[in-house]
Structure formats: structure tokens, C-alpha cells
């Protein structure tokens, strides 16, 4: 209990400029924490959504079928999203433009891959959003912190310059508040910078897999195009 006395008052007593580090510092470690929970539901939402799709679209079930359900799915309020809405595109454009009998079968191909190639830069957005705050929080942190230190240093040179006999009373506050600043700075950048490296991969992952779904289903519509 004193311990938390002491940080408080450590924080309470500490210069203007000092406070105005440390606020900003709790503040980006708050917003990195929401940041992080969030991106986490997001990308595993994501990552559980390719392995139910896969499964669905593997299962040998029609494909006019698969995008009934999910034209089900959406007006019922459940989100359609990933991999899913870059099937949806696809099919949707291919569908469209097969009922053109002036449209040949390349122009086809081409619209329903353009249609996926769209799909997949909106999906990949979603999944890198707020990445870079984070790349940001954990790499700026330590530096914000490390200006408190030295202005926590320099007071505490000022401090004694101003005193006729040095003691360790009258540094201490100062060198206290300075080190603090700094493990704050650290402390807000380390989860940050975890989040971002653990996310970056699974957004690579998730990424390598809408592509391959991508060609693969390119391959299967240019086989269904080419045998009717």
C-alpha cells in the first residue's frame, strides 16, 4: 500500500512537464490496450472465418447454393465477411456478366478476378486497421519517455543548484520521477510492440489465404466456363 502512496505521490509531485509525459504515456497505453483487445477479435474472427468457409465451399456443395446462404446470412444481420465476400464478389460478377451473351468467356474470367482482386484490398484493410498505431505507440513510447527522464534529470540539477549542500533528499524526487517516466514509456511500448508483430503475422497468414482461395477459385469458375 505505501508503494502505491509513493507512485502517487511521485506522479502528484512531479514537475508540470513531467506530468504532461507521463499523461500522454498513459494515454497511448490506454489506447493501445482497446486497440490491441479489438484487432484480436477482429483477426480472430477472421482466422476462424477461413477454416468454416473452406469447409463449406469444400464440401462439394453447389455454388449457387453457397451464395444463397450467404445472401441468407446477410439479411438476417449475420456478417459475411473475408473470405466469403471475396467468393461473393467473384461469383456475383461472374454471374453477371455469363448472362451477356455478347460478353466472351475471357472478358468473364477477367471481370470476376477484378471483382476478387477489389474484394481482397477491402478485406486486407480490415484486417490491417490500426495496425501502424500500434507499430507507432511501440516505437515512439520509449522516446516520449526518455524526454521525461531528462527533463526529470535536469530538475534535479537545477535542484542543486540551488541548495548550498547536496543530499540525496533533494535529488531523489527528481531522479525518481525521471526513472519513472521512462519505465512507462516502456511499459506502454512492449505490449504494443508484441501485438504488432504477433497481428502482422496472422494478417500475412490470413492474407496467404485469400489469395490462394483466389486462384483456386479462378481455376475452378475457368473450368465451369470452358465445359458448359
Known amino acids: 500500500m505505501n508503494e ?32 490491441i483487445v479489438q484487432r484480436w477479435m477482429v483477426l480472430s474472427s477472421a482466422s476462424k472465418g477461413v477454416l468454416s468457409f473452406e469447409q463449406r465451399f469444400w ?17 438476417e444481420n449475420i456478417p459475411v465477411v473475408g473470405m466469403e465476400n471475396i467468393f461473393r464478389a467473384g461469383f456475383k460478377e461472374f454471374m453477371r456478366l455469363r ?18 482482386r477489389v474484394a481482397y484490398a477491402r478485406e486486407e484493410e480490415k484486417l490491417e486497421k490500426h495496425l501502424s498505431f500500434l507499430a507507432t505507440v511501440g516505437s ?20 542543486l543548484a540551488t541548495q548550498a549542500q547536496a543530499t540525496l533528499q533533494v535529488v531523489a524526487p527528481n531522479i ?17 510492440v508484441v501485438a504488432y508483430n ?26 465451369q466456363i470452358h465445359t458448359s
Open 140 to 159: 515512439v513510447s520509449p522516446y516520449i519517455g526518455l524526454l521525461g527522464t531528462v527533463i526529470g534529470i535536469m530538475n534535479a540539477f537545477i535542484g
Open 198 to 223: 504477433r497481428y502482422t503475422s496472422t494478417v500475412d497468414s490470413v492474407s496467404s489465404s485469400y489469395i490462394t482461395f483466389s486462384d483456386e477459385f479462378s481455376s475452378i469458375l475457368h473450368r
Open 4 to 35: 502505491q502512496i509513493s507512485v502517487i505521490q511521485l506522479i502528484l509531485e512531479a514537475s508540470i512537464p513531467v506530468q504532461i509525459v507521463m499523461l500522454i504515456l498513459l494515454l497511448l497505453s490506454i489506447i493501445s490496450w482497446v486497440m
Open 99 to 116: 448472362q451477356q451473351a455478347s460478353v466472351d468467356a475471357e472478358a468473364i474470367m477477367e471481370g470476376a478476378q477484378r471483382a476478387m
Open 176 to 192: 525518481a520521477e525521471a526513472l519513472f517516466a521512462t519505465g512507462l514509456g516502456v511499459f506502454a511500448a512492449i505490449p504494443a
Open 59 to 75: 464440401s462439394g456443395m453447389d455454388l449457387s447454393q453457397l451464395y444463397k446462404e450467404g445472401s441468407q446470412m446477410q439479411k
